[in-house]
């Protein structure tokens, strides 16, 4: 039976590995059959922290009421009931509930697309069950699984190590420990504090270096980070630039309200009106000048944002994010997987011998192990040649990954890394058994790969009780250790390896070190073994771009963004990638990591536009070239994947990580994850990041200049001498209700299709800038002057002022209207746009139009807002007059395009 106990119940970290397999009834060898995971996981529940509970519609609608725009609301209809003024008293209070509804309502929705996004991005670990490697979510671990874990991987449940290679953890989001702690397989004290349990891994800690397997013994809130966040909260994150900027535009009009208010009652003071319905009007006009519907648009505009950028393959990690994206200026992206396939083929071969050796083509694709060898002048190369067999098995041996037969007649499948799954392929087209190859020769002791050396090294044993070290890795970083070398040859493999990569190959280097001392083994670098390194040979694999790469960079380029690309491969691969896909221009030029770290900072900084390529530069070079972007003033997007990318990727504006190569490190310091690690995808994201900010800047246009509008009109009447245009209960049903309806589903406008024409926007860009003082002041100007001039020629005519209002009441609501197609674009025509793809807002004017005809035409919305019913001729008129701020948008637009 399985232990259920948490992790602290049994020292688990004093048990030798094999008493922790037995008391977790878990197969060494096998794992856990699926059968079997799945009842631990219905025995022990999902493998994470309990989440706060989710709120209650109650709750959030109570939430809303907290608003001090409320509180006015409040006061206003206290007054109204004192006043013996009934009716008016049940529309405020009508109207704070609607408003309360309708935002609960979209508070709720935005609630719930948030917990979607979090399922979406749910860490993948891989496990070894039913005897073989398997990816799974890290909510279904369950006590007993077999963990597999390698540099850059998030320790996701309480294990005790199986087996370590070079492991190590930071740890210090647990025990603060700030550098990262070597783990160990051996057994500790039962005594040993938290900090000293090397034999331990926990919930929360980061892989940075090396290999491991572990059993898993505690999931969830039985782990020792569970029990932490039992006893505290999180912190909520804080307020997003975009949310800070809205504040300070949201505090600018609040007080322009209270400003107002004072004018509004000393004009009507001044006028001699009654104390009580000049108090009413000047609290609706301040109430009304206030956005309330703002808070709630930018919500819904940012979760939208996120689901269609999720529903793309760009999960949003942090709200910052997605107004971030709107302003980038430069991508610095990675190469491989990225903008091309990362399906890795070997197509071209180099053999050290006389004459400068041999060049040899490699045919076939993908990872089936079908395809011949040609010499260079189209001769068959026979597989025995001199060599050959030696460079493919250390291709086998020097290798982690796994080439699986087609299972029902599928396709061959790797498991691992596709570089090491090509070398696979090549070794079974060269006719090794890669089974047998890999048991005559026991691994026993490794190198991982390491960015900063770029290579990896296995130490192998062979006859008469000798060993060997098997090296792959960059040619300049291999090439260092075949010391033994003649020079000639040395030269030979630099130049060969510069011709391929010319070409667009990826170039790896292979070479043994021989006659090592098992007991001893010292590192392939070692002083004593450097100079006895044999090159094996040269590996040319090819990475085609991916079909949409060129379009995508196209349009980056076309939207004023600069692409980078940032490579762990050869200068000249990496350069003739960025020329196929219109990354690099003839005049640029790559630049490696020895030369940039040759290069002063000026000279960087003058250097950086004529710069299209970074190759082989390491993790500090990679967080250099942000920081120097950036002060020139760009705004930097940075992919990567590995546990080195985690600081350029945290420093950058917008750290990217990949979600299928990235390592748990680079995901957690990045703000977006793409799921398919392609640049399309991501240019995508920064097309949807452009979007939300326009129609949040849309919303806030239409939310100001319908406001503006009321307010000049109530100015202008009372310093002519006329009575109100409006009684306060029809102020406030204007914008709460019928404003209210348009609003929150103005933000959910589809993309214009011209995004991706427009510039960046700057990043110091005023939230209200000129273009849209100057729109908003057209808007109300031309709705208050028509509206002023209509209601005192209906009462020079001698109209009823209840009719008189009920019509400006309504050529208001109608010009509202009108503006809110006028919001839509800043340049495009009203009758050129697609106005009804955007199905919510084509909603909301339905439902404003029949709560507008319900107030006109319904007796008992007759008596509460005190209208009339308008005759159908009157309607034409004053929709008529209504289209006048159409028409004056309209010929503004034209202007702009002219």
Request: one cysteine or more; a neutral charge; glycine letters at 8%.
């Amino acid at each position: 039976m399985v232990s259920t106990q948490p992790a602290t119940a049994i020292d688990w970290h004093a048990l030798p590995p094999g008493e922790a397999l037995r008391r977790l009834n878990t197969d060494a060898l096998c794992g856990l059959p699926a059968g079997e995971a799945a009842r631990r996981l219905a025995q022990h529940g999902p493998n994470a922290l309990p989440e706060p509970p989710s709120r209650p519609l109650w709750s959030i609608f109570l939430h809303q009421l907290r608003s001090p725009l409320i509180a006015i609301l409040g006061v206003a209809a206290g007054l109204a009931l004192a006043m013996g003024h009934l009716g008016d008293a049940a529309v405020i209070v009508v109207v704070v509930l609607v408003n309360g509804v309708l935002g609960s309502l979209q508070e709720g929705r935005a609630e719930r697309s948030m917990a979607a996004l979090r399922q979406l991005s749910a860490v993948q670990v891989r496990v070894w069950r039913d005897g073989a490697e398997q990816r799974v979510s890290a909510h279904t671990l369950v006590p007993g699984d077999l963990l597999l874990l390698a540099a850059g991987d998030a320790v996701v449940a309480d294990a005790r190590l199986l087996e370590a290679v070079r492991l190590q953890v930071a740890e210090a989001a647990l025990t603060g420990e700030s550098v990262p702690v070597t783990k160990t397989v051996a057994a500790v004290p039962e005594a040993s504090a938290l900090a000293d349990r090397h034999c331990l891994l926990h919930a929360g800690t980061l892989v940075t270096a090396g290999r491991a397997r572990a059993v898993v013994v505690a999931t969830g809130r039985h782990t020792e980070i569970g029990r932490i966040a039992g006893l505290t909260e999180r912190a909520q994150e804080p307020p997003t630039p975009l949310e800070q900027r809205l504040e300070r535009f949201g505090r600018t009009l609040t007080l322009a309200a209270l400003g107002l208010f004072a004018l509004v009652m000393a004009l009507g003071l001044w006028r001699g009106m009654p104390l009580a319905e000049v108090l009413m009007v000047a609290i609706s006009q301040m109430v009304s000048m206030v956005p309330e519907g703002l808070p709630v648009a930018m919500t819904i505009a940012l979760a939208v944002g996120m689901q269609r950028m999720a529903a793309r393959g760009a999960i949003i990690c942090r709200l910052a994010a997605v107004e971030t994206l709107g302003s980038t200026t430069v991508i610095c992206s990675d190469k491989t997987g990225t903008l091309t396939r990362n399906e890795m083929t070997v197509v071209a071969l180099w053999l050290p011998g006389d004459g400068g050796g041999h060049r040899l083509d490699v045919q076939g694709s993908g990872y089936a192990p079908l395809g011949a060898l040609q010499h260079a002048d189209g001769r068959a190369a026979a597989p025995d040649l001199a060599g050959l067999q030696a460079l493919a098995r250390a291709a086998v041996l020097c290798n982690d990954a796994q080439l699986l037969p087609p299972a029902d007649g599928g396709a061959w499948q790797m498991v691992g890394d596709p570089t090491e799954g090509a070398l696979l392929t090549l070794a079974a087209k060269l006719g090794l058994d890669l089974d047998a190859t890999r048991a005559a020769a026991p691994r026993l002791a490794e190198q991982p790969f390491d960015a900063d050396t770029q290579r990896m090294a296995t130490l192998h044993r062979c006859a008469h009780s000798r060993a060997q070290w098997l090296v792959k890795g960059s040619p300049e970083a291999v090439l260092r250790l075949c010391g033994a070398e003649q020079p000639d040859t040395l030269q030979a493999a630099r130049s060969q390896a510069e011709a391929l990569a010319a070409q667009a190959l990826r170039v790896l280097a292979l070479a043994v070190v021989d006659g090592v001392d098992p007991a001893s083994a010292p590192a392939p670098d070692d002083p004593t073994l450097a100079a006895r390194g044999r090159l094996l040979g040269l590996v040319g694999q090819i990475d085609p771009p991916r079909e949409a790469a060129a379009a995508a960079v196209a349009a980056c380029q076309a939207a004023g963004i600069r692409p980078v690309m940032v490579t762990g491969d050869h200068k000249l691969t990496g350069l003739a990638i960025a020329r196929q896909l219109g990354i690099a221009g003839a005049d640029d030029r790559a630049v490696d990591g020895p030369e940039l770290e040759r290069m002063g900072e000026a000279e960087l900084l003058d250097a950086l536009p004529g710069i299209a390529v970074f190759a082989r530069v390491q993790p500090a070079q990679k967080l250099r070239i942000v920081e120097a972007l950036q002060s020139r003033g760009e705004v930097v997007a940075m992919t990567g994947d590995g546990v080195n990318d985690a600081p350029a990727l945290a420093r950058a504006d917008v750290g990217v990580a990949m979600g299928r190569s990235g390592t748990e490190v680079a995901k957690s310091a990045a703000r977006i994850v793409i799921t398919d690690d392609d640049f399309a995808t991501l240019v995508h994201a920064v097309e949807q990041g452009r979007v939300v900010y326009a129609n949040l800047k849309k919303v806030i246009l239409y939310l100001f200049a319908t406001s503006v509008d009321e307010v000049i009109l109530l100015l202008l009447c009372l310093l002519a001498g006329l009575p109100l245009p409006l009684l306060a209960v029809q102020i406030l049903w204007i914008n709460i209700v019928t404003e209210g309806t348009l609003t929150v589903n103005l933000v959910m406008d589809p993309a214009d299709g011209d995004e991706m024409r427009r510039q960046p926007t700057a990043r110091n860009e005023a939230l209200f800038d000129r273009t849209m003082l100057l729109r908003a002041a057209l808007m109300a100007l031309s709705a208050a002057a028509v509206a002023f001039v209509w209601f005192q020629w209906r009462l020079q005519s001698g109209v009823a002022l209840d009719q008189a209002r009920t019509e400006v009441f309504t050529l208001v609501a109608l010009t509202q209207w009108f503006n809110m197609l006028n919001c839509r674009s800043a340049t495009t025509s009203v009758f050129q746009r697609r106005s009804l793809r955007n199905r919510w807002l084509v909603g909301g004017l339905v439902v404003s139009v029949l709560l507008q005809a319900a107030v006109l035409y319904w007796p008992a919305m007759n008596a509460l807002f005190h209208t009339v019913p308008l005759d159908g001729r009157t309607l034409l008129v004053l929709m008529a007059l209504a289209a006048v701020v159409l028409a004056v948008e309209e010929l503004r637009k034209h202007g702009m395009r002219a």
